[in-house]
Nanobody
């Protein structure tokens, strides 16, 4: 599975951005897809995920502000980010995991087999 993330940029606090991740390859429609982010000098952390059969998961820090959605026809997963704060500044990565992933594993980076190249999001005035 190949993943191509886009949509990052510079936004002011309180603003919004929408990230896109185009997925391609074998059985991509049956893959669980997630977003992670990594700030300078910090670990890569879970942001949100979409189960291939339905269902979404969010990190506590973004719940209520971010929305993950999936266009199954075109194999694209989106991350709508609202009410952004400087703490959201990071490189955002999309990732794909096998369809048998159990719920408790969605938040773990090592559960994902394929990664996109990342897109920078900077929240600053």
């Amino acid at each position: 599975v190949q993943l191509q993330a886009s949509g990052g940029g510079l936004v002011q606090p309180g603003g919004s951005l929408r990230l896109s991740c185009a997925a391609s390859g074998r059985s991509v429609r049956e893959r669980n897809l997630g977003w992670f982010r990594q700030a300078p000098g910090k670990e890569r952390n879970f942001v949100a995920a979409s189960r291939w059969s339905g269902g979404t998961y969010y990190a506590a820090s973004v719940k209520g502000r971010f929305i993950i959605s999936r266009d199954k026809a075109n194999n694209v997963v989106y991350l709508q980010m609202n009410n952004l704060t400087p703490e959201d500044t990071a490189v955002y990565y999309c990732a794909a995991a096998n369809p048998r992933l159990i719920t408790s594993s969605f938040h773990t980076a090592s559960s994902y087999d394929n990664w996109g190249q990342g897109t920078q999001v900077t929240v600053s005035s």
